[in-house]
């Protein structure tokens, strides 16, 4: 299967995470786009500004293809059987106008844009509604059109991403966010709801694949640190679950296999650190 995958980090982890799985329904490197899905179906900035130089690699490449609306020709190219999508850059509010365009305000173009203090703030459903949804209703349009014409055999799933209330720390017991992070979070969920309500009027193909676990949780231990859409092993390991049940995929006569070896391994590396084993108290 050749997957394609456009939105943050919460949904490429999975297959971080869950390696021998996801590699034995997706055997190819999946293509993965860190960018608000609705700027690639935007005009084009009126002139590209360069990258900063001092860019790591991936953040070079982040920025580039936001800024160059390179997806729609990478997806003509790579033709993926599936099309994972989530919405947190839309509903979190990283849409800003720079050099004649919207872009996506990402960690990577704020390393490189910051540098020369140019870049203005953003917008997003919260802080400007009307605006927001005058702009992304018809890039969501322009992406189901766009699908549908060269795309009409990959299939859409939408990753209904849900902020988590609570983590994991390093101990593995499950520790509330602090209260004002709490209302934010809460905020955010409420966001990605309106967002994907106006994303699945205009893609209405489009299956949803709803948060795997009850209650979403963070970890500190998560490579990328703590943040409410880093989350824990179980959440990885059950989207992994229904990504394969939405495709029609089989379990596979490894999953206990590797749910084994996982578990050895984490075993392993809490027994070398001496933290106790993991408690849901």
């Known amino acids: ?54 860019l790591a690699r991936l953040d070079t490449a982040v920025v ?6 390179s997806w729609t020709a990478e997806m003509l190219q790579w033709r993926p059987d599936v099309v994972l999508v989530d919405l947190c850059y839309e509903a979190s509010g990283s849409l800003v106008f720079w050099h004649g365009g919207w872009v996506t305000r990402s960690v990577s173009l704020r390393l490189s844009a910051e540098m020369s203090g140019d870049l203005p703030d ?29 795309l009409p055999q990959t299939r859409i799933l939408l990753h209904r991403v849900r902020y988590a209330d609570a983590y994991r720390d390093r101990f593995g017991r499950i520790t509330p966010f602090e209260p004002d992070r709490q209302k934010k979070n809460l905020a955010m969920n409420m966001a990605m709801d309106s967002v994907e309500r106006l994303f ?39 989207f992994l679950t229904a990504f394969r049940k939405a495709c029609g995929l089989p379990a596979g006569r490894y ?10 391994s984490e075993v392993r590396r809490r027994w070398r650190i001496g933290i106790p084993p993991l408690s849901d108290a």
């Open 122 to 150: 953003p917008i997003g459903p919260r802080s400007a509604p009307d605006l927001f949804e005058a702009i992304v209703t018809p890039a969501f349009a322009a992406f189901g059109a766009f699908m549908a014409e060269h």
């Open 1 to 54: 299967m050749k997957l394609a995958i456009i939105g943050c980090c919460a949904s490429r982890d999975w297959v971080l995470s869950q390696r021998r799985g996801a590699a034995r329904i997706v055997p190819l490197r999946p293509h993965f786009h860190s960018s608000a899905l609705a700027v690639q179906f935007l005009p084009a900035l009126a002139s590209v500004p360069p990258v900063d130089p001092l």
């Open 200 to 238: 699945l009027a205009q893609v209405p193909n489009c299956e949803v694949l709803d948060p795997p676990v009850a209650r979403p949780l963070g970890d500190v231990r998560h490579r990328w640190g703590l943040h409410p859409v880093h989350f824990d092993e179980t959440y990885y390991r059950s």
């Open 64 to 69: 580039t293809r936001d800024l160059t609306r």
């Open 255 to 264: 999953a206990m296999l590797d749910r084994v070896a996982d578990g050895l």
